[in-house]
């Protein structure tokens, strides 16, 4: 491996000549005691600085963030598989990124706490209920029939696809100061008594199920399954959207977390589709908002780390060692305290303060102020997390971010909503 | 050694000499511009599952860029629909920063006599181009917005009762942002043109009882034609190609072949957004060809 000034920040230049000296030399020893660098390929949301700077501290590893999209990942996973060492990726992406053949199945005996990781994702259940599974639920793509396997397992098997990083059951954000009553189902998004104030997400595969959501609390469908709709439901859902937006139901539509963010402050929108930490990042600057629990329950969305087939040796190590690390605590306290949730929550229990456990995980009034991992006030004493604890929240799961059998034809009535 | 030395002087004679001088460049498009372009073309006629793309020679992925489209009839189709919004807003855009390209690079180019105010001037033309693309946009909202600066003046001061809702998020507001961005375009290449026009001309135009007016009408104008036609290509083919300004200045509500091409590409649907991609540049060049045929800009220039 070429190192690279930028991942060898932190390296002296004496080091960098002793090494290039050894190799010269012919002192294996030495060269291996060369940081390993690892190109982690995710969104940016994922890759803060300070993860970056424990695992140098803990392991000695260096980590390279390559920051893209979701959809750019799932791009370079399939097209340029060797770009990147480490990949956090979205489950619901694995049925298009599993059968590319690009991806190691990774074996559970290497990784320290794969019997630790929650229910959520080996069994679909939290605190032995289970949750809803329409979509890509976890479960149904988290093992492989072998390390080299193209095809997902129905039963467990040694062979994981992702391990879990983080995940989270989204719902709708409202204004409460400007909506001046309780809102308490999906359907509320068509209400006509927000006409022109509403707002929906603009990526389809998320937009096509807050939708549906909504399109079954209105009751004028049950879907077999949200997450996998027919040809004729996907016609029905979006003559539903067109409707409304004909009627003029919607302010304007989102892509981007800023934008989420700018609508609902400014007062543009005081009902729409949003992510957990736009609320946060809402609530900030001072503008009452509520990411409201609905009686339909929630949509949730997860991702994990994969290894790309290519990845041998060091490396691979280096790999393996890193995802131990990330599974250890630290980095799960870290995530839980922005409101996320983490894969092994008793590592991350070690790793917070009783009182933040109690507020983040168990819903509970905060006892103290809440403060976000760079030290800002998310929360003062005595507020109480929207939807409430871990199980609640997790609990009301209805159905997964997914890849449909019909994604092509989703994607073109997805154009029609938007051009009408 | 005789024999080299006169082969590489018969290589770089003055007759080779243009062409060794186009090279580089030539190169570089060719590399950069028609083998992309090819690739394109060729990949348009592919076939593609959700992870990978098989070579083949079909139209579906054509058929599925006009499906229904002569089913619909009368109705429009999907891409129907998104080319005439697209196009309705290349005309209007197009309307408006040639009015005002025109007017303002008349003002720069005859009534301002200084260098220095000139350059001062053509620097305030740039101001738009200071700041990100995303910043810009973000910053229409609280000017624009239902609580906005624009809104709450219009309401304190009486002349609306209540807040204009299609200031922000509509077709008005595209037109507004596009025109905001591109008559830098206009003003440029129609500012080039009316600085080589001779001022003898108007001079004479004057001398023989033409009223203002009619100097501009009939001597400016005409001779404007070459920077006229340069600016409206740019602007019509940046505003065809366009989807981020589409997007935001119309709340993601407004439909463009950009955005469509977007969507299809995030969904690895390569072959079809090839497809589209074809059929856009084809209508970019028919275009570009028709206002071309107006003016023979070899002969202008």
Not at chain 1, 64 to 76: G, H, L, M, N, S
């Amino acid at each position: 491996m070429r190192p690279t000034t930028k991942s060898q920040a932190g390296v002296s230049r004496r080091t960098v000549l002793k090494g290039a000296a050894a190799a010269i030399a012919g002192f294996p020893a030495i060269v291996s005691a060369q940081p390993v660098t690892l190109r982690y390929l995710g969104t940016a949301v994922n890759q803060s600085k300070e993860i970056a700077q424990k695992v140098k501290a803990d392991l000695g590893l260096v980590i390279e963030y390559i920051p893209v999209t979701t959809d750019e990942v799932a791009k370079r996973i399939i097209t340029q598989p060797n770009s990147f060492d480490v990949v956090d990726a979205e489950y619901f992406q694995l049925r298009k990124l599993i059968p590319s053949g690009n991806l190691l199945g990774m074996d559970a005996r290497r990784i320290k706490y794969a019997d630790k990781i929650t229910p959520v994702f080996t069994r679909g259940q939290v605190a032995g209920k289970t949750i809803g599974d329409q979509g890509t639920a976890p479960k149904k793509v988290f093992y492989l029939e072998g390390p080299t396997s193209t095809k997902f397992a129905a039963a467990p098997t040694p062979w994981i696809t992702l391990i879990p990083t983080v995940y989270n059951a989204d719902t709708l954000g409202i204004r409460p100061d400007l909506i001046k009553r309780p809102i308490g189902s999906w359907a509320e998004l068509l209400n006509s008594e927000f006409k022109g104030k509403a707002s929906i997400l603009n990526i389809p595969s998320i937009g096509i199920m807050d939708a549906a959501m909504v399109v079954e609390s209105l009751g004028a469908h049950k879907y077999r399954d949200k997450g996998n709709m027919t040809k004729a439901e996907l016609d029905l859902t979006i003559k539903t959207l067109i409707e409304a937006k004909k009627a003029g139901q919607f302010r304007a539509f989102w892509k981007d977390f800023n934008e989420s963010v700018n609508l609902m402050a400014s007062g543009e929108v005081v009902i729409q589709s949003m992510w957990s930490p736009a609320v946060t990042k809402v609530r900030s600057m001072g503008v009452p908002c509520i990411y409201q629990p609905l009686k339909e329950g929630y949509r949730a969305w997860a991702a994990g780390f994969g290894l790309p087939k290519t990845l041998t040796g060091k490396k691979l190590d280096a790999g393996y060692e890193f995802i131990n690390w990330f599974l250890s605590g630290w980095a799960g306290a870290f995530l839980n305290r922005q409101g996320y949730y983490s894969a092994v929550l008793e590592t991350a229990r070690a790793n917070m303060e009783p009182y933040e456990w109690a507020y983040w995980m168990e819903g509970k009034p905060a006892e103290k102020d809440i403060k976000a991992p760079d030290g800002t006030l998310l929360e003062k004493a005595g507020t109480v997390r929207d939807g409430g604890s871990y199980e609640a929240r997790m609990g009301a799961v209805a159905c997964w971010n997914a890849v449909m059998d019909e994604n092509d034809y989703m994607v073109r009535k997805w154009n029609e909503f938007i051009a009408a | 050694m005789e024999r080299i030395h006169r082969r590489l002087s018969r290589l770089i004679a003055p007759a080779a000499a243009p062409y060794w001088q186009v090279a580089p460049l030539a190169g570089v498009l060719a590399v950069f511009f028609l083998l992309p372009l090819a690739i394109t073309v060729v990949v348009s006629f592919w076939r593609y599952t959700e992870y990978s793309m098989i070579p083949a020679l079909v139209g579906d992925n054509y058929a599925s860029v006009f499906a229904g489209c002569l089913a619909e009839l009368p109705g429009l189709c999907v891409t129907f629909k998104t080319y005439l919004s697209t196009l309705k807003f290349c005309v209007l855009v197009w309307l408006v920063t040639l009015v005002l390209g025109f007017t303002l690079a008349y003002f720069l180019a005859f009534h301002v006599r200084s260098l220095t105010w000139q350059t001062v001037l053509f620097l305030l033309c740039t101001i738009p181009f200071w700041t990100s693309n995303v910043i810009r946009m973000i910053s229409w909202v609280p000017l624009l917005g239902r609580n906005g600066l624009v809104n709450t003046a219009l309401v304190a001061s009486g002349a609306v009762p209540a807040p204009l809702e299609w200031l922000l998020f509509s077709d008005f507001a595209v037109v507004l942002a596009f025109v905001h961005l591109y008559t830098m375009f206009m003003i440029v290449p129609i500012f080039n043109s009316m600085s080589r026009i001779d001022r003898a001309l108007l001079e004479a135009s004057r001398d023989a009882g033409a009223s203002a007016w009619q100097t501009v009408w009939n001597v400016v104008g005409p001779l404007s034609k070459p920077g006229l036609v340069i600016g409206s290509i740019f602007v019509v083919t940046l505003v065809m190609g366009d989807y981020v300004t589409i997007g935001v200045m119309g709340g993601q509500q407004i439909a463009s072949v950009g955005k469509i091409i977007q969507v299809e590409l995030s969904y690895l649907q390569f072959p079809l957004a090839a497809a589209n991609a074809v059929v856009l540049l084809g209508a970019v060049l028919a275009i570009i060809c028709s206002m071309t045929r107006l003016v023979d800009l070899r002969r202008e220039l």
